[in-house]
């Protein structure tokens, strides 16, 4: 258990829907990232925040977006969902956002099904 | 760019070693290996940073030439545990430090262990 916790587990949803998954990160940790998970697309890193704050940002469409609120929790919001945004959805934190030793623990993942 | 890992899969027998290859064609800050189960997520396992340092589990050992932007992950003595598929995941060092926490994982290396 890395201690970095997300919401659902399974998220099964039509095309064209709306969903929300959340993450909790490790106690003292300041920086979450979002990847997303897929068969022919590998380990695809999404967006960083630190503090709050937008990092960095990665092969991330429009139709999604992610917030970290002052409690240090983090949503990824995926809108206007399409058959190949099925996939596992990680969460990871880190206790900085870089540089220096910024090892990421990962949550057990999000398993997005679009029907 | 993504990294490139080799081999693509390697198949041992327990007690036997690997080594396991991670090459960027970019300089780099950081090399991180993960090792994740089927349905599992990612478990961190190492860091290498530029410069030398770099933190662990104490059984993993890896290498990191910062010169020809590679590194290696050497499992000694391999037991039915280490089976998983392998990730490096490497960290870009501009001057800017905008990649800093950003990871670009290679496509995974599959290490089977059998008895």
């Known amino acids: 258990d890395s201690g970095v916790t997300q919401t659902p587990k399974h998220l099964i949803t039509a095309t064209g829907q709306r969903v929300t998954l959340r993450c909790s990160p490790r106690?003292?940790?300041?920086?979450v990232y979002w990847y997303q998970q897929s068969l022919d697309q590998g380990l695809q890193f999404l967006i960083q925040y630190y503090n709050g704050e937008e990092r960095a940002k990665g092969n991330i469409l429009e139709r999604f977006s992610a917030q970290q609120f002052p409690d240090l929790h983090s949503e990824l919001n995926l809108s206007s969902l399409e058959l190949g945004d099925s996939a596992l959805y990680f969460c990871a934190s880190s206790v900085r956002g870089g540089p220096g030793y910024n090892e990421q623990f990962f949550g057990p993942g999000t398993r997005l099904t679009v029907l | 760019q993504q990294p490139v890992q080799s081999p693509q899969a390697v198949i041992l027998r327990e007690g036997e070693d690997a080594v396991i290859n991670c090459s960027s064609s970019k300089a780099l800050y950081s090399v991180h290996w993960y090792r994740q189960k089927h349905g599992e997520a990612p478990v961190f396992l190492m860091i290498l940073l530029k410069g030398g340092e770099q933190k662990g589990h104490e059984k993993i050992s890896a290498s990191f030439n910062e010169k020809k932007q590679q590194s290696s992950l050497y499992l000694t003595a391999s037991q039915l545990s280490y089976s998983g598929t392998y990730f490096c995941?490497?960290?870009?060092?501009?001057?800017?430090?905008?990649?800093?926490?950003?990871?670009?994982f290679g496509q995974g290396t599959i290490l089977t262990v059998h008895p």
């Open positions: 106690s003292g940790d300041l920086s």
């Open positions: 995941g490497t960290e870009g060092g501009n001057a800017g430090g905008t990649s800093y926490g950003k990871l670009t």
